[in-house]
């Protein structure tokens, strides 16, 4: 489903990712861990298309197509998700006006009929239990005066809404008390079909005990520099980063 | 359109001289109240003329070269041989609202507002001037600084008609009332109009008044609207224009507020050629209210200015501005927001708010607070924001498949919402987000430009 190989990337001159190689199949979580600056973030951004990085090696695959020469929207329309760290405030923009504009973008981009507002309704009506927001989230505009919970919540309503063939979810349990964790993992998990895939990009292992990874990846420096089952989690969880800051601190 | 008497004002022919020439006709057709003031106006417009850049309140905006070159001047009222119904049907299906309508300036002579609330008025400048002239007297040019202001020296020397709205004591109007002025001329034309609101004390009413531009013609509008806001009485006054690019537009609003009143104008200007809209709001009565907000949408060469002045005469009152503008192509848009807290007028609250989006580099906006405070017990805050399109925003959309233009929409109306969510009058809201919407995706046309008052365009006359 995807594939990438050695991907490079900067900001400003400053390279961030130096040769990443991941494959994710269909069915699979996967785990991408690592301390903080390690380029976590990064690599969902430019896999969502951020133009702020520029990639400067490497390619990668989405469902057999390049996706590296797509604009954002297209990749999202081929079936990407980005669950976002930070998810942005638009102040005036609703919602419903939102979610439906974006579905319907989706939809046209498969050659389906746009939904009606019926049919809007009803889909948001389901997906809104599914994954427990509260319903006057929905009321108000995209993310405006939301906590930092109802933020990340309502992410995986977009997810849940837009049903993607691979999500990437960026520090989604970041900043969550336990509740809203389990809210957000139980719909992560309700939403996982042998036809889609996950990857989750945590600092810790925290997330870990509510969605299991089938493979965890530990990224240093730009790039992924172990690779195991979900032990390796627990294994970060005990020790920290600092035997991997050793290991590959010089490389 | 044969009974205009059509005076070019070229090279040769001064405004001034235009106004000398024809002063014998204009004064004919008006009457005393609306003569009285001529003389006094003529002299100050011998000494101030029409406002340039170098005069300070019109920095931004030279009128001279838009009050030059060769206009048909309306010096008697326009008698259409087509019915206005012909040309506009007001969908009162969405709207039910009482409408009038006035044609280059002049009051149509076959309006009818229907069954009014007892005791208002809505009607004639020139004719209630003539008729009942001492519903005019009192207020007329005591607010509009025709000593001062070239453009309402102008206005006063030529004024003869527009409309008149008077509401009794403790008179609520339901229904909005809707003032639709059509500009249409075969030859470019300058228009000026004279406006009156009375509201008196404890009574309430909302006003919306439209611009249009029905031919392709250029237009040059001087107006003039003067308002009183008595004791405990509430007005809401919405302009809305929507003019061809062809279209200099110079819109006076000046309001005096009194005890506990409540005054909202909303300028929302969705297509002009130049538009320079003045808004003073006098706070006149402890714990009067005043808001002023504005909402423009530019692109290609236009240009608006707003410029507000808010006066805190006495202590208590209360005053909120938000303008707010989206500046595309070459546009070029200013804002002056002078508030004058006077040395008694302890415990004002004012506040002011101007946020601009410009879409290119070659967008420019000039924006000024102007705060003279000389009391010491006061709330002042004013902010000016001058930014683009919010890249983190645009990203969010379009990771969620809504492409780079829709996106763009999206936020430019969510840019614009803040000013249009002001607006009271539910069924004009949401008229006016359609619009908005239809404006920002190109597609508004001026044709349907009104879907407020549903005018019926033609392709042939419209632009």
Redesign the interface.
């Known amino acids: 489903m995807l594939s990438i190989k050695n991907l490079h990337a900067k900001i400003d001159d400053k390279e961030i990712l130096r040769g990443i190689d991941l494959k994710v199949k269909p069915g699979e979580v996967h785990a991408i861990m690592g301390p903080n600056g390690s380029g976590k973030s990064t690599l969902a951004s430019v896999l ?4 702020m990085f520029e990639v400067s090696e490497g390619e990668v695959q989405f469902n057999g197509k390049d996706i590296l020469e797509m ?3 297209d ?3 081929e079936g990407l ?2 669950s ?1 760290q930070y ?2 405030e ?4 609703s919602m419903v ?2 979610l439906r ?2 579905i319907n ?2 939809r046209k ?1 498969r050659e389906e009929k746009p939904l009606s507002a019926s049919e809007f309704l009803k889909l948001m009506r389901e997906k809104k239990n599914l994954v427990e927001i509260d319903s006057d989230l929905t009321n108000r ?1 995209v993310n405006e005066g939301f906590s930092g919970g109802e933020k990340k919540k309502n992410e995986i309503f ?1 997810m849940a809404m ?1 049903e993607p063939k691979l999500s990437i979810l960026d520090e989604t349990d970041s900043g969550l008390d336990i509740d809203a964790l389990r809210v957000v993992a139980n719909g992560v998990n309700k939403l996982k079909r042998p036809d889609n895939a996950t990857v989750l990009i945590t600092h810790y292992q925290r997330l870990l005990e509510y969605i299991v990874p089938d493979y965890v990846h530990v990224l240093y420096h730009g790039r992924i520099v172990k690779t195991g089952g979900k032990e390796l989690a627990h294994e970060l969880e005990a020790n920290g980063y600092d035997w991997i800051k050793k290991e590959f601190g010089d490389k | 359109m044969d009974n205009v008497i059509k005076n070019i004002i070229g090279k040769d022919i001064s405004l001034a001289e235009l106004f000398e020439e024809n002063r014998s006709v204009i004064e004919s057709h008006s009457s005393p109240v609306l003569n009285s003031l001529r003389d006094e106006a003529f002299d100050a417009f011998q000494e101030l003329g029409i406002p340039s850049n170098k005069v300070e309140n019109y920095k931004y905006t030279n009128l001279q070269p838009l009050f030059s070159g060769d206009y048909a001047f309306s010096l008697k009222p326009e008698t259409l041989t087509e019915n206005l119904e012909d040309i506009f049907s007001c969908d009162v299906d969405t709207l039910d609202s009482i409408t009038v309508y006035l044609v280059n300036g002049w009051y149509y002579t076959r309006n009818n507002p229907g069954d009014l609330p007892k005791g208002v008025v809505i009607g004639s400048m020139a004719q209630v001037a003539k008729e009942n002239p001492e519903l005019i007297e009192k207020y007329y040019g005591t607010r509009a600084p025709h000593l001062s202001d070239g453009a309402v020296a102008f206005n006063t020397m030529f004024a003869q008609d527009g409309f008149f709205v008077h509401v009794p004591k403790g008179v609520v109007v339901e229904k909005p009332i809707q003032i639709v002025n059509i500009l249409m001329s075969e030859d470019a034309l300058m228009t000026t109009q004279r406006n009156l609101v009375v509201m008196e004390d404890n009574s309430e009413a909302r006003i919306m008044v439209c611009d249009h531009t029905l031919t392709t013609g250029k237009f040059v509008m001087n107006n003039v609207t003067e308002g009183y806001v008595g004791r405990d009485a509430r007005l809401d006054l919405y302009n809305l224009q929507n003019q061809h690019n062809a279209t200099t537009q110079v819109a006076g609003f000046y309001f005096e507020q009194h005890e506990n009143s409540h005054l909202a104008t909303n300028n929302l200007t969705l297509h002009a050629g130049v538009a320079r809209n003045n808004i003073e709001l006098k706070l006149a009565g402890s714990h009067a209210e005043g808001h002023a907000y504005g909402l423009y949408l530019l692109d290609k060469n236009q240009h608006v200015d707003n410029f507000s002045y808010i006066d805190h005469a006495v202590p208590d009152c209360f005053s909120d501005e938000l303008f707010k503008g989206v500046l595309d192509d070459h546009s070029t848009g200013a804002f002056t927001g002078k508030i004058m807290v006077r040395p008694d007028a302890q415990k004002t609250n004012a506040y002011q708010s101007n946020n601009n989006l410009l879409l290119t580099n070659d967008a420019k906006m000039n924006t000024k607070p102007q705060l003279e405070i000389y009391a010491d017990d006061v709330k002042c805050s004013h902010g000016a924001t001058v930014g683009q399109i919010d890249e983190d925003a645009m990203f969010y959309l379009r990771t969620r498949g809504i492409n780079k233009n829709e996106a763009t929409i999206l936020l430019m109306y969510a840019f614009a919402y803040e000013v249009i969510e002001k607006i009271k009058v539910e069924p004009l809201r949401e008229q006016i987000r359609t619009l908005i919407e239809k404006r920002f995706r190109g597609e508004l046309d001026k044709c349907h430009s009104c879907v407020v008052c549903g005018q019926k365009g033609t392709d042939v006359t419209c632009l």
């Open positions: 969502a298309g951020n133009e604009a954002p929207e990749r999202a329309r998700f980005l976002f998810p942005v638009i102040p005036g923009v006006n939102f504009t974006s973008e989706l981009y505009s977009q837009l």
